[in-house]
């Protein structure tokens, strides 16, 4: 047996409740969650993946920060934006 599941709609439900705990979390002094994104060069696909991760932390009530670093910079720089 199977059944068909409309995606669209549940996931409308899972952010209404994410959206109603952050308000909780809000109102009674907490942290607000935080979504913090490192794009590093120009990938379409990337750049429209991180963007899209982004509009859900706003729906929600999350905030959000998007780094962008130039492809061309090195490894050990990279690491030390994820440890600042």
Do not use: W
């Not at 952010?15 to 060069?41: N, W």
């Not at 899209?52 to 706003?58: F, R, S, T």
Request: glycine share 8%; proline share 2%; charged share 25%.
């Amino acid at each position: 047996m199977y059944q068909i599941i409309d995606g669209k709609k549940v996931s409308e439900e899972i952010q209404l409740e994410i959206a109603a705990e952050v308000t909780a979390i809000k109102s009674s002094g907490g942290k607000v969650p935080h979504l913090a994104a490192i794009l590093v060069g120009n990938n379409p696909a990337s750049e429209t993946y991180v963007n899209g991760k982004v509009k859900a932390c706003e729906r929600v009530g999350f905030k959000s920060s998007l780094i962008r670093m130039d492809a061309s910079i090195s490894e050990n720089d990279l690491l030390q934006k994820f440890r600042s």
